[in-house]
């Protein structure tokens, strides 16, 4: 991670992180087939089971990534998104081993995540290739799609 980057718990007050939001939203949604997505809005977001959490360089916000709890000491990645104008500056990375750490510290033995299978998704894919996700089946309610693509990580 970049030294002045600073990852703290989002704010659901502070405007430019929600705008971020309904932009990952509303851009996952539009890119998305009916019935395929599965991008969490705002409200859906502040659930008690998700720790929400922001990248910032200074008073720049440049990127968000949260954890859900599920059941069986798993974690689920949600909604990871980086500005447009800090993409391949290890924002994602940074995000990444964020909350990789955070499941660890929780005890969560394993992660899972849901992406998109087509090439809008596919940066995504490589990210969480890189940092040792595998694809696996569906997972915690989620079904086979041809629009999805399902990895996890054991924590070791």
């Known amino acids: 991670m970049s030294a ?65 709890r599920l059941a069986d000491a798993a974690g ?16 994602a990375s940074a995000m990444l081993r964020h909350l990789i750490a955070e499941a660890r510290a929780a005890g969560l033995a394993r992660l899972y995540l849901e992406t998109g299978s087509f090439e809008y998704f596919k940066p995504a894919r490589a990210l969480y290739a890189r940092h040792g996700f595998v694809e696996c089946a569906p997972f915690e309610g989620y079904r086979a799609d041809h629009n999805s693509t399902f990895m996890m990580l054991d924590l070791p």
């Open 76 to 91: 689920e990645i949600k909604s990871m998104r980086t500005v447009d104008a800090a993409r391949r500056r290890g924002v």
């Open 4 to 68: 002045s980057f600073k990852i703290k718990p989002g704010d659901f007050a502070d405007p430019r992180v929600v705008a971020l939001l309904e932009r990952h939203y509303t851009e996952n949604r539009a890119v998305t087939p009916a019935g395929s997505a599965h991008v969490l809005d705002l409200a859906a977001m502040q659930a008690p089971e998700l720790a929400f959490f922001t990248l910032w360089e200074g008073e720049a916000l440049l990127g968000m990534g949260a954890l859900k």
